[in-house]
């Protein structure tokens, strides 16, 4: 029973799919791209990084779940 396996190896595409999502947020989330959004004008009275900042991150979890669900159809 031993080579009952619990984890599925994942499809090339899928792991390239996240390994290009991790290098875009690693760029969206580097200072000088986020020195653009540093302004002191609120937008629903949150400083703009800060919307910027949780949109990025929300976007890559959304697609990451994505691509996972993808993945296990």
């Not at 799919?17 to 004008?41: G, R, T």
Request: hydrophobic share 60%.
């Amino acid at each position: 029973m031993w080579r009952l396996c619990i984890f599925r190896i994942m499809k090339k595409r899928h792991e390239q799919k996240l390994v290009i999502l991790s290098m875009l947020m690693l760029l969206a989330l580097n200072i000088p791209l986020l020195l653009l959004f540093d302004s002191s004008k609120p937008v629903f009275g949150f400083p703009v990084i800060y919307i910027y900042i949780f949109s990025a991150w929300l976007l890559s979890i959304a697609v990451t779940y994505l691509i996972i669900k993808r993945y296990y159809e």
